[in-house]
């Protein structure tokens, strides 16, 4: 990706919605000089931007277009994560995580790539659609092909879905506090930071995310995995994986 170079505007940080962006900013340098795994997010990238580098006509095309959405959206994620932005990665990691689940599932199918671009033609469409594309039939899919991966995913599809995939009360409670005043007890919504020990399992959320997505990808496209020797580098971050989820979360 090409480097930005954009001189800082004098009046950058004196707004309120800059500072935020500022601490945003901030915090990202913290997290990656401090967190360590920040470095399975930045392997878990090579594996997404090797694969998506130099695509020539693709083949079966409509995966493709939502693989590298789901790389998109893995990138903002981890943008967010790592500015300790807990509560809002996690909408933003589903959706990575759908477009994965849907690009599998649709393959070279023709018929179900034809239901999903005709959506909004018609309220006929839609709901063609939304029966295709239910959330059971992408998982029920996925484990008849590859169960381990399958469940992996139905796991942190319903994880996403709790803290924050949908507003359901751990995620959106989670950030809420309490101080005690004079006139009673005055609530505090916690935008930024490591509130309840939570930038640990986001981040590692990130990291299990880009992982299904990429073995999604894999079952899709085996060839480019192989040709770009990509299965072996990806089985590694699936290992450190493993051996850190209990450390850092």
């Known amino acids: 990706m090409p480097e930005a170079k954009v001189q800082i505007p004098g009046n950058w940080a004196k707004t309120e919605i800059t500072k935020f962006q500022q601490l945003m900013y901030q915090n990202q340098h913290a997290t990656f000089a401090n967190h360590a795994l920040v470095s399975q997010i930045d392997t878990a990238e090579q594996c997404y931007s090797i694969f998506a580098d130099g695509l020539v006509d693709p083949r079966p095309f409509l995966p493709m277009v939502l693989f590298t959405r789901a790389y998109g959206l893995f990138l903002s994620a981890a943008a967010l994560a790592m500015a300790a932005d807990t509560y809002s990665t996690v909408p933003v990691l589903r959706g990575s995580l759908e477009c994965a689940a849907y690009a599998h599932y649709i393959r070279d199918d023709a018929h179900k790539a034809d239901v999903w671009k005709r959506r909004n033609e018609s309220d006929t469409a839609n709901k063609r659609m939304r029966r295709l594309f239910a959330q059971g039939k992408v998982r029920g899919d996925l484990l008849l092909v590859y169960r381990d991966l399958g469940e992996q995913y139905h796991k942190l599809y319903e994880r996403l879905i709790e803290t924050g995939g949908h507003p359901n009360g751990i995620g959106v409670m989670s950030l809420v506090e309490w101080l005690p005043t004079d ?44 040709m770009l020797e990509l299965t072996e580098k990806l089985n590694s971050l699936a290992q450190q994986r493993d051996q850190t989820r209990a450390t850092h979360e």
């Open 183 to 226: 006139d009673g007890a005055q609530m505090q919504t916690v935008f930024l930071g490591n509130h309840n020990g939570l930038l640990g399992s986001t981040l590692g959320a990130v990291v299990d995310t880009a992982i299904a997505n990429l073995y999604m990808m894999r079952l899709v496209y085996p060839a480019r995995f192989e």
